[in-house]
């Protein structure tokens, strides 16, 4: 049960309320598993209205000006939700990467901590990612991944990364769970 309420969609102004929809309602990203409901995350951010628009004008701009491929773009978010131990997160994304065409197998390997199963660019990505989150970035990592991904793209792999990673620690400490039943980190309720 999560500790704060999540807010009442009606008890908000209701030039706010769309504030609540998910990012591909709002922006027109397509058809998202997540099109045409209130998440959980957005509804316990309500109760700062200030914090929760500050909050999606940040995250449309990591989704669209990081540089990263959509694909790719999950990749980092899925890695950060798996070495937080995020489920809200991992739930959230796992069917978002499914439908921007990442496969099962790529999205097991993050899972599995197998980044050495996907292709080099991704590997070092995931690679990356996973220092990243835990804190220690390494000379070869960094090396690795600058290979693959020019400095204005690094950053926005750390500035998607960073934001998710906060992210995790708030819906862990708010204990926010998923809409419906968890996905499972191997995919067994998928």
Request: aromatic share 6%; no cysteine; charged share 25%.
């Given at each position: 049960?999560?500790?704060?309420?999540?807010?009442?969609?009606?008890?908000?102004?209701?030039?706010?309320?769309?504030?609540?929809?998910?990012?591909?309602?709002?922006?027109?990203?397509?058809?998202?598993?997540?099109?045409?409901?209130?998440?959980?995350?957005?509804?316990?951010?309500?109760?700062?209205?200030?914090?929760?628009?500050g909050?999606?004008?940040?995250?449309?701009?990591?989704?669209?000006?990081?540089?990263?491929?959509?694909?790719?773009?999950?990749?980092?978010?899925?890695?950060?939700?798996?070495?937080?131990?995020?489920?809200?997160?991992?739930?959230?994304?796992?069917?978002?990467?499914?439908?921007?065409?990442?496969?099962?197998?790529?999205?097991?390997?993050?899972?599995?901590?197998?980044?050495?199963?996907?292709?080099?660019?991704?590997?070092?990505l995931?690679?990356?990612?996973?220092?990243?989150?835990?804190?220690?970035v390494?000379?070869?990592?960094?090396?690795?991944?600058?290979?693959?991904?020019?400095?204005?793209?690094?950053?926005?792999i750390?500035?998607?990364?960073?934001?998710?990673?906060?992210?995790?620690?708030?819906?862990?400490?708010?204990?926010?769970?998923?809409?419906?039943?968890?996905?499972?980190?191997?995919?067994?309720?998928?």
């Amino acid at each position: 049960m999560t500790r704060i309420d999540p807010v009442d969609p009606e008890a908000l102004p209701a030039e706010k309320r769309s504030l609540l929809e998910t990012a591909s309602d709002t922006e027109g990203e397509g058809d998202h598993s997540l099109s045409g409901g209130r998440l959980n995350v957005y509804r316990t951010l309500g109760r700062n209205l200030d914090l929760l628009e500050g909050f999606r004008d940040y995250l449309s701009v990591l989704w669209h000006q990081s540089g990263l491929t959509p694909h790719e773009r999950e990749l980092v978010i899925l890695t950060t939700a798996a070495r937080t131990e995020s489920a809200y997160e991992w739930h959230q994304h796992v069917r978002v990467a499914l439908d921007e065409g990442v496969p099962p197998e790529d999205i097991l390997a993050v899972s599995r901590g197998r980044y050495d199963a996907l292709e080099p660019a991704h590997s070092a990505l995931v690679e990356y990612v996973e220092q990243f989150v835990e804190g220690d970035v390494d000379e070869t990592t960094h090396a690795r991944a600058t290979a693959h991904y020019p400095d204005e793209v690094l950053l926005g792999i750390g500035a998607l990364a960073g934001n998710y990673l906060g992210l995790a620690r708030v819906l862990e400490a708010l204990e926010v769970e998923p809409e419906d039943a968890f996905v499972g980190w191997d995919l067994e309720n998928l």
